[in-house]
């Protein structure tokens, strides 16, 4: 038995060869460029067809070094440590030493190449920046602006729809809320859920939804619509005073899920419960800064007798539904010539 290659006579052949000529022959391989897909904007890394959001990008290097080396089929099997050097922010050298085993010999090869990291941009944020987006949520004030409150209260319940629907998956964003007429416009990257989410939140305000459609295009032969879910809030929130035939009442509760309201009139304390078609005619008065205090003078089991808070005139009222003194003085609201008890807990 000897080597064909350099005549020697080894213990054992491999192929014919002595285990360094046969050693000499294999080899392994890896292109001198590897690419990776960065998204610019928000750092996920492309991996065949999809986008891996917050990556580790080392080992997504390793892997496209694992992926891409090559070795001729007499290898049984290899191994590979990298040494990563920074050449700029965008390529970055990766010298590898390989190890290949066959048939139990082992031998190391040294390779390198340069990684290049290539900006691109993910699906997300392609259509994020492209401000894609298939419906449109409005939310209007009646009046005046919406309050800083309500405004927190909708993103909340924009930000927990929209994340609940994404679960894993980044298929629906908000691509852009602006303040315009007083309101929030969210951009929603999918119609599914809008009009849920529209739903709520004119039902949390007790305010109503008006939908309209505008034809943006044909996909697979089908007409696309982008839909836009206008909610326009109610002029009053839940605590507030408001007229009604005359009335005074204050607003106990806004949406119910029937969408009604219930209101309470301060001079019986009767719940009043008012259809929600009826619910633009009541005329507001005011909120909280119409509160006043007042000190009692004395009380029968039907009467109150309580001063003015303005000009400390004795003024004698009937007790409404439900009413109980706790102390010496009550809440209450003066509108015009009218002083009307306010339930003694506040309503919250
Ligand atoms: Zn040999
Ligand atoms: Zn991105």
Known sequence: MFCVECGKEPEELYNGLCDECFLEEIDADIPDKLEVEI??????????????????LYSIMLERIDDSIKTDQKIDSYSFSTEFIEQDLNNIQADI????????????VNKSTVIRLKKG???????????????????????????????????????????????????I??????????GLDFFMSDNGGSKKLSKNIAQRFGGH????????????????????????????????????????YQVKEIGTSSGNIVLIELRTGKKNVIDKRD???????????LVKESVIVSETEKEIKILDPDDY????????????????????????????????????
């Open 97 to 108: 030493d390989i190890e290949l085993v066959t048939q139990g010999l082992k031998k190391t």
């Open 39 to 56: 998204c610019a904007s928000c750092g996920s890394v492309k991996e065949g067809q999809r986008w891996i959001e917050n990556p580790d």
């Open 173 to 182: 964003f908000v691509t852009a809320h602006e303040e315009r007429h007083g």
């Open 209 to 248: 939804i008006t939908i309209s459609s505008k034809l943006a295009g044909r996909k697979d032969g089908r007409d696309i619509y982008k839909m836009t879910y206008s909610v326009r809030l109610p002029p009053y929130e839940k605590g507030d005073f408001v007229l009604f035939d005359d009335i005074i």
């Open 121 to 171: 941009q993910c699906q997300t944020c392609s259509r994020i920046h492209g401000n894609y987006y298939e419906a449109i949520i409005q939310i209007r004030p009646t009046k005046d602006k919406m309050t800083e409150e309500q405004k927190e209260i909708v993103r909340k319940k924009v930000e927990k729809e929209v994340s609940v629907k994404r679960g894993d998956e980044r298929n």
């Open 313 to 348: 005139q004795t003024k004698t009222l009937l007790k409404p539904e439900g009413y109980r003194s706790t102390g010496d003085n009550v809440l209450v609201l003066k509108y015009d010539d009218r002083i009307l008890i306010l339930p003694e807990k506040e309503l919250d």
């Open 279 to 289: 619910s633009y005619s009541l005329e507001v008065i005011g909120g909280s800064e």
